[in-house]
């Protein structure tokens, strides 16, 4: 199984600041990664796939990057609706998710 | 716009079956393209992958589930079901039905782009 590790486990952010998230696989998953946004309550909603691909609707401040094993998840300018759980996860090889980021106001 | 509706019993007794079905309305469940799958979700923690099943009844376990889980599929109902077995306090969590999208033949389906609400499922005697 490919396990997925996100740091940190809790980011402080201001609003309008940037926040970057981290995810590592535990081994190569080419650019085989999506992101996830949670918020309380609801269910995750697509953010990035391909690694570096936004999906449909998603505003342009958010921005994936990487391939391999590392991987970032940076939110340009964060705005009051951004704050929330982030999750990653490869479909490489089978499925599996990162712990989750959460992402709360400083 | 597609929507995927999660029903069920929100109790299930220790050692019994866990019984869900996903309605998959605004579109349809036999489209070539893609997966149906399930995640849960234990209350507080992360996202767990159950399992994947296409149309035509190709299935795909989580390998640590593997002995507990069934998926399968009712196309004419635009459904798919999960039965877990055996279910312990451990199988507490919300369960949602997801699209699985697929952008290549070489892997069954990718990320999951629409999602359910979820729904609560508790054992408990």
């Given at each position: 199984e490919i396990v997925?590790?996100?740091?940190?486990?809790?980011?402080?952010v201001s609003p309008g600041e940037r926040a970057t998230l981290s995810c590592r696989a535990s081994q190569s998953v080419s650019s085989n990664l999506a992101w996830y946004q949670q918020k309380p309550g609801q269910a995750p909603r697509l953010l990035i796939y391909g690694a570096s691909t936004r999906a449909t609707g998603i505003p342009a401040r958010f921005?994936?990057?990487?391939?391999?094993?590392?991987?970032?998840?940076?939110?340009?300018?964060l705005q009051s609706e951004d704050f929330a759980v982030y999750y990653c996860q490869q479909y490489n090889n089978w499925w599996t998710f990162?712990?989750?980021?959460?992402?709360?106001?400083? | 716009q597609l929507q995927l509706q999660e029903s069920g019993p929100g109790l299930v007794k220790p050692s019994e079956t866990l019984s869900l079905t996903c309605t998959v309305s605004g579109g349809s469940i036999s489209s070539s393209s893609y997966y149906w799958g399930w995640i849960r979700q234990p209350p507080g923690k992360g996202l767990e992958w159950i399992g994947s099943?296409?149309?035509?009844?190709?299935?795909?376990?989580?390998?640590?589930?593997?002995?507990r889980v069934t998926i399968s599929v009712d196309t004419s109902k635009n459904q798919f079901s999960l039965k877990l077995s055996s279910v312990t306090a451990a199988d507490t969590a919300v369960y949602y039905c997801a699209r699985l999208t697929q952008t290549t033949t070489y892997r069954p389906g990718?990320?999951?782009?629409?999602?359910?609400?979820?729904?609560?499922?508790?054992?408990?005697?």
């Open positions: 997925m590790t996100q740091s940190p486990a809790t980011l402080s921005s994936g990057s990487g391939s391999g094993t590392e991987f970032t998840l940076t939110i340009s300018s990162g712990q989750g980021t959460k992402v709360e106001i400083k | 099943i296409y149309y035509s009844g190709s299935t795909y376990y989580n390998p640590s589930l593997k002995s990718d990320y999951f782009d629409y999602w359910g609400q979820g729904t609560l499922v508790t054992v408990s005697s």
